[in-house]
């Protein structure tokens, strides 16, 4: 009996240890987020706006790409990596998204709605279709009055849509938004780099990290707050950069935590190992000291009898 209350204050002990050590990791980790939250980032481009608009003036999907060049050039890459344009939106259209969702059937070419920039709806969308019209890689274009070596800014807005439901706003049928908007900035520009018709893609701090928004319709989203910058030109665009040690750290960090948060968001499999992972370590120290606390139990039981 000495044995076992000997070996349950050793499993005491050392379940009180993790615990502290497992609150202080959660305390370092809640401080490192909120650090990549509040961290004052030099954006680029700070007179672009920053997010879409519905009609009725709701905040939508984040601008998470910039282009450099005209729109043949534009239009030229998207057609030679596969990408489609969009049917405008009107009640034939309508019918044959309609039919293709309740048969799960493709319809390359199907509409985009409306978001806003600048006061009007984009300029230029694109799609990437798929086998099943309720999924797609897409993306909108707005013309700014910037221009960088005589060729117009673009603002883009790239994600991809996943499933078929009901607005928040309106109840009418839309696409579901993926909410790692950021895996689709990232598909967009691989997929222009390949047709050789870039003549560079950069990456820059562009907006706040967002850890959990909404777009129009209701859906979540995340996003590190950086925009792919894709120039037609030879001429560099003038990026705000980080020279400083901590800003580059900081900055390596929020990528870093941004692209495990897109894995656990995208990839169903990832998030389900780190659950069985954290169940298992949990079950790990849990155990002995279930197991000693039973052996406590039966003995003091029999010494009553």
């Known amino acids: 009996m000495v044995n076992d209350l000997q070996t349950a204050k050793r499993v005491v002990s050392r379940w009180r240890v993790v615990r502290i050590a497992l609150l202080v990791a959660l305390v370092l980790f809640a401080g490192l987020l909120v650090l990549i939250r509040v961290y004052p980032y030099p954006a680029s481009f700070p007179a672009l706006p920053r997010s879409t608009h519905t009609s009725s003036g709701i905040p939508g999907d984040p601008i998470n790409i910039v282009f450099i060049g005209g729109q043949q050039q534009i239009s030229s890459s998207f057609q030679a990596a596969g990408w489609l344009v969009p049917d405008p939106i009107d009640a034939q259209s309508m019918a044959k998204i309609a039919a293709a969702s309740l048969t799960h059937s493709s319809y390359p070419n199907a509409p985009v709605s409306n978001l806003y920039v600048f006061g009007h709806p984009q300029d230029l969308a694109f799609e990437l279709p798929t086998n099943d019209v309720a999924n797609r890689g897409h993306i909108r274009l707005w013309k700014s009055s910037m221009v960088v070596s005589g060729e117009p800014v673009w603002v883009g807005q790239a994600s991809y849509d996943q499933g ?51 777009n129009g319709g209701g859906d979540f989203y ?58 298992g370590l949990l079950l790990f120290e849990v155990w002995p000291l279930l197991r000693s606390a039973g052996r406590a139990i039966r003995s003091r039981g029999r010494r009553n009898q």
Do not use: C
């Open 222 to 279: 995340e996003s590190d707050g950086d925009a792919l910058v894709i120039n037609f030109t030879h001429t560099p665009a003038q990026l705000t950069s980080s020279d400083a040690g901590l800003a580059t750290g900081v900055e390596a960090v929020r990528r870093a935590v941004f692209r495990v948060y897109d894995l656990l968001l995208s990839q169903w499999f990832f998030a389900l190992g780190i659950g069985v992972v954290g169940v």
């Open 164 to 214: 078929i439901e009901l607005s928040a706003t309106n109840k009418l049928p839309t696409h579901h938004v993926a909410p790692a908007v950021d895996l689709e900035r990232d598909a967009v520009g691989a997929d222009l780099l390949k047709t050789g018709m870039v003549v560079s893609e950069t990456t820059a701090a562009f907006t706040t990290p967002i850890f959990a928004g909404r």
